[in-house]
């Protein structure tokens, strides 16, 4: 009974805190609030999302007894940063309920350290300043040297991928990990707003060694329906074993999906989706139904070839620079309609050679 007194009176004196000192409590905890925010963005340091998510996919069945809980993934980008990533909606309103409860603590903590100084100097007026200032400083040189330290452990080469990529075609893009610590039974993972579009090769590893370069193919396939439009997210590290460990170092990539023109000459070559891939049953042999590749003769201005493309009616979708061959989509029924686009681009004296694209198996 005594013991149940005394927890009784320990909260009545938490609230007579929270009730007497309002503003002060509350400027407090809005103010902790954004530091863990700014904490979270900046070195991951209260990365709750990544550390709740392996419990969350695991308990989701009990989520949705929550009528407001809806257990659709969630993607929340700043910057070209993905903060909450392979998250449930579920799951992210847990990630706001735990930052905004610890930030009430803390908040709740630094009120009565502020009573205290006051009580101890003897003053009116509460010594805020002496509080804040300092938990401020000290928060952000944590989260500078966290930051610091961990971003010398893992990172990626380049650090950031923004690409334009077609509608109908696939692109392959490469990037590099770069460790200074062995990791072990790690997978690579894309985020909700890259997933449908991309593949990772290759995507789990047993074992990185430190200081080892490794080379990441990035499989980037858009289909001819997909909707044009600005895609964003990251692809994180994640650990497969018991621990579940995710590292706070992402690589961004930012996906711009548009219709290839005649006007626009890409700076690299595509690869087809399957949908654009027939056997000619006369041949035998697999071509892309709606391409041709072209060589022009030298010294032909970027106009003269532009204005042949029109001419057949068709687009860019990729270039070899060091061959100099253009990749061409055109509207074709059939290889019967493409062999004709052909011929006619044959006529044209600036055209070196034109031909059909053979289907080869790239080297990735």
């Known amino acids: 009974?005594?013991?149940?007194?005394?927890?009784?009176?320990?909260?009545?004196?938490?609230?007579?805190?929270?009730?007497?000192?309002?503003?002060?409590?509350?400027?407090?905890?809005?103010?902790?609030?954004?530091?863990?925010?700014?904490?979270?963005?900046?070195?991951?340091?209260?990365?709750?999302?990544?550390?709740?998510?392996?419990?969350?996919?695991?308990?989701?069945?009990?989520?949705?007894?929550?009528?407001?809980?809806?257990?659709?993934?969630?993607?929340?980008?700043?910057?070209?940063?993905?903060?909450?990533?392979?998250?449930?909606?579920?799951?992210?309103?847990?990630?706001?309920?735990?930052?905004?409860?610890?930030?009430l603590i803390i908040g709740l903590l630094l009120t009565w350290f502020t009573i205290k100084l006051e009580k101890k100097f003897n003053s009116k007026k509460k010594p805020f300043i002496l509080v804040f200032v300092p938990f401020f400083a000290l928060s952000l040189s944590v989260a500078g040297l966290s930051a610091d330290i961990k971003s010398h452990n893992v990172s990626w080469i380049p650090e950031k991928i923004t690409q334009t990529v077609f509608t109908g075609t696939t692109n392959v893009l490469n990037a590099q990990l770069v460790t200074k610590e062995d990791l072990e039974n790690i997978s690579?993972?894309?985020?909700?707003?890259?997933?449908?579009?991309?593949?990772?090769?290759?995507?789990?590893?047993?074992?990185?060694?430190?200081?080892h370069i490794t080379d990441i193919k990035l499989l980037v396939t858009v289909p001819a329906?997909?909707?044009?439009?600005?895609?964003?997210?990251?692809?994180?590290?994640?650990?497969?074993?018991?621990?579940?460990r995710t590292y706070p170092q992402t690589l961004k990539v930012n996906?711009?999906?548009?219709?290839?023109?005649?006007?626009?000459?890409?700076?690299?070559?595509?690869?087809?989706?399957?949908?654009?891939?027939?056997?000619?049953?006369?041949?035998?042999?697999?071509?892309?139904?709606?391409?041709?590749?072209?060589?022009?003769i030298d010294g032909t201005s970027e106009a003269e070839i532009k204005q042949a493309v029109q001419d057949i009616g068709g687009v860019f979708i990729g270039f070899l620079k060091d061959l100099e061959i253009y990749q061409i989509q055109v509207n074709a029924i059939d290889f019967s309609e493409l062999d004709q686009k052909i011929a006619q681009l044959e006529q044209n004296s600036i055209v070196d050679f034109a031909g059909r694209q053979i289907i080869t198996i790239p080297n990735l």
């Open 1 to 103: 009974m005594a013991k149940k007194t005394k927890k009784t009176n320990k909260l009545n004196n938490i609230l007579m805190i929270i009730k007497q000192n309002k503003l002060l409590f509350t400027i407090y905890s809005i103010a902790v609030f954004i530091i863990l925010i700014i904490m979270d963005y900046w070195a991951g340091f209260f990365k709750l999302s990544l550390e709740l998510t392996p419990f969350i996919d695991n308990h989701t069945q009990y989520l949705h007894l929550l009528p407001f809980i809806n257990l659709n993934p969630v993607t929340i980008n700043f910057n070209g940063y993905t903060s909450i990533s392979n998250l449930t909606w579920g799951g992210f309103v847990i990630y706001c309920l735990s930052m905004i409860l610890t930030s």
């Open 188 to 211: 690579l993972e894309a985020t909700p707003g890259l997933e449908n579009f991309l593949i990772i090769i290759p995507s789990s590893f047993q074992k990185i060694e430190k200081n």
């Open 225 to 244: 329906n997909a909707k044009i439009g600005e895609y964003g997210g990251t692809i994180h590290i994640k650990s497969i074993d018991k621990s579940k």
């Open 255 to 296: 996906l711009s999906v548009e219709e290839p023109t005649a006007d626009y000459i890409p700076n690299n070559i595509t690869l087809p989706t399957a949908d654009r891939i027939a056997e000619d049953p006369a041949i035998g042999q697999n071509y892309i139904k709606d391409e041709i590749i072209v060589k022009f």
